[in-house]
């Protein structure tokens, strides 16, 4: 044990020498341990454990002193709900200091915490035989009290009258201490309260029979609370509503349609017709082609054969006359 709290004392020392060289100045071992918040229940007693720590330098300030510790809300001035060194008579908050501050224990017994106290409190330890050992310990305890919900509040996203068939989103909102454990739903059917469904939101594909009044409910072990009706409004006039557009917009497409058709059979027409006219240009001068060559051939066969006939028959003729 020696050996450990000697090298830990070291290292300590080593921390002060580094914060001192860094920031010229020497190390505070002022420390509170508290639980950082307490929940009190409603007007029992409550108790909070608490212990501090403060430089070895004024190890021996506390030893030979009578030392207070005090509690009081965190904004410091005459604050004080408890001084030890009070009576109960005095103090604003009743209470002992259990714990004994000459060994740096501050466990506080609080008899009953006044529900209107809720707030962070700061310990603040006074020594009556010394003016040196004076401290307040920061961060303090917040303490605070266990509430039935309040502010209940029943949401709806998207707000406003919803369209056949959306989706609705209705939220239930409170504040409760300790937090909401249970939250339910009805609907409000001419008075008639009935419940839909558990949980902190409610998502309803609407239809026409959704509309109507809705109100949540939150609970705690400390009770619960109702929203006030909220209205989910039906929006039917949605189709009516749609239509004009809607038939503007067939239309519109139509009218596209139509005209695209159009452009592309005058277009496909156009080409048809020009390649029609294109082929008979070309059809007539291959056909006059053709018989300009057919003719001049026969012809030229026949003038040829004609030409070849007339060579022979003055010949034979030649050849009667002869005899
Ligand atoms: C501090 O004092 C309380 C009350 O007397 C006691 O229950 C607790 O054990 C003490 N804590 C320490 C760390 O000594």
């Keep these: 044990m020696e050996g450990i709290s000697t090298t830990s004392q070291m290292f300590l020392g080593f921390i002060a020498f580094i914060t001192f060289l860094l920031k010229g100045a020497l190390c505070q071992q002022w420390s509170l341990r508290t639980p950082q918040s307490i929940v009190a229940v409603g007007g029992s007693c409550l108790l909070v454990p608490c212990r501090f720590e403060i430089p070895a330098a004024y190890d021996a300030d506390l030893k030979n002193c009578t030392p207070t510790g005090l509690w009081s809300k965190k904004v410091f001035?005459?604050?004080?709900?408890?001084?030890?060194?009070?009576?109960?008579?005095?103090?604003?908050?009743?209470g002992v200091m259990e714990g004994n501050l000459l060994s740096k224990n501050c466990t506080t017994l609080f008899n009953s915490f006044p529900a209107g106290y809720d707030d962070t409190y700061i310990f603040r330890l006074e020594?009556?035989?010394?003016?040196?050992?004076?401290?307040?310990f920061y961060p303090g305890v917040h303490i605070s009290h266990t509430d039935a919900p309040k502010n209940t509040v029943a949401l709806s996203s998207p707000s406003g009258p919803v369209p056949d068939g959306r989706a609705v989103t209705l939220t239930c909102q409170s504040d409760a201490n300790p937090p909401v454990e249970?939250?339910?739903w009805y609907k409000d059917i001419s008075g008639q309260v009935t419940w839909k469904a558990n949980g902190q939101t409610l998502v309803l594909l609407v239809s026409k029979a959704d509309s109507g009044l809705y109100l949540c409910e939150a609970h705690n072990e400390k009770g619960s609370?109702?929203?006030?009706?909220?209205?989910?409004?039906?929006?039917s006039g949605q189709c009516s509503v749609m239509v004009p557009y809607i038939i503007c917009g067939v239309m519109v497409l139509l009218y596209v349609l139509t005209v695209t058709v159009d452009v592309y059979k005058y277009k496909s027409l156009s080409r048809r017709l020009k390649q029609q006219l294109e082929l008979s240009e070309k059809g007539d001068n291959t056909y006059t082609n053709l018989t300009i060559a057919s003719i001049s051939s026969d012809y030229d066969q026949l003038q040829t054969s004609r030409a070849a006939r007339?060579?022979?028959h003055p010949g034979r003729r030649s050849e009667r006359a002869a005899p």
Excluded: H
């Design 225 to 235: 609370q109702r929203s006030k009706a909220m209205p989910l409004e039906f929006e």
């Design 77 to 94: 001035g005459e604050n004080i709900v408890l001084s030890s060194a009070n009576t109960d008579d005095q103090n604003i908050i009743k």
């Design 310 to 312: 007339g060579e022979a």
């Design 127 to 136: 020594c009556a035989g010394t003016n040196r050992l004076k401290y307040i």
């Design 182 to 184: 249970r939250y339910s």
